[in-house]
């Protein structure tokens, strides 16, 4: 069977749910066509803020992926910003090769984050020579449990997306070369990252409450004091799976974009933001 034609199941895990989604193609007379079927939604407990927050939700994916196995589906997951660690790492003309890129991320990484780093599996995004690429970093427990799972359930997992990359990836040719500020809202949590002509200049991950909106001017303006550039932007492309149902925000002096995608039609109130994030790709 054609690649193109294997039916792809969509994992999103997250605190306190995990949500599937079934992505068939076919080849009709208009080519090739894409049908998703679901939300297959599945509550769990959010667990508590240490290391593995995540378990509650893999058990939660443990029971439900039997259902899926079918011999012919191949899996993609996308891991919320939660489970995710990202930092920028500067260009160095003096590394040799790939071994070397990572030894010197691992080392960016517990600068920031200490030596709980050393226990994270680490992916690089590689940019142009002379730019500074975006890493990102998961608890190297939960990829072997994630792997574990989906190989105990016989579904082969293709592909492990943080929220960022797969988002950024999907809306990448709106934000070419664009200097703005790139940011992800999920529940309680925001990812703000800067952008320069495209390129990655800044990245941060920060717990926010339900009032967020109130807190985002603040947000906005202390980490434009705080990014070292000449020149800040005042353009925000913003990804919020609730903006479907209210306003972009209305703050003085700053110009907000949505970035919307997926149908036009989607899953309720909680299931809208798995629904969204299984749409890329």
Known sequence: MSRWLRSELRAIICPGQVAFFLVERKLGWRGLQRTVHGPHVVPCDRGDDGSQAWRPALQAMEAMLPGFADGKTTATAILSNHFVHYTLVPWRAELADEKEDLSFARHCFTKVYGEIARQWELRLNQEAPGTSNLASAVDAELLDALRGVFGKAGIPLSSIQPHLMAVYNDFRGDLRQRSTWFA????????????????????????????????????????????????????????????????????????????IHGPKHAPESAQVWPFAMAMWG
Not at 186 to 213: F, M, N, T
Not at 245 to 256: G, V
Request: aromatic share 10%; proline share 5%.
């Open 184 to 259: 992800l809202l999920e529940p309680g949590h925001l990812c703000l990252a800067l952008l320069h002509q495209g390129r990655w200049a800044r990245v941060r991950s920060l717990r926010i409450g339900r009032a967020w909106l109130d807190e985002f001017p603040q947000i906005l303006e202390r980490e434009s004091y705080l990014a070292d550039t000449a020149t800040v932007p005042h353009e925000v492309y913003l990804w919020d799976s609730g903006l479907g149902e209210k306003a972009l925000p209305e703050i003085d002096s700053w110009q907000f974009h949505a970035l």
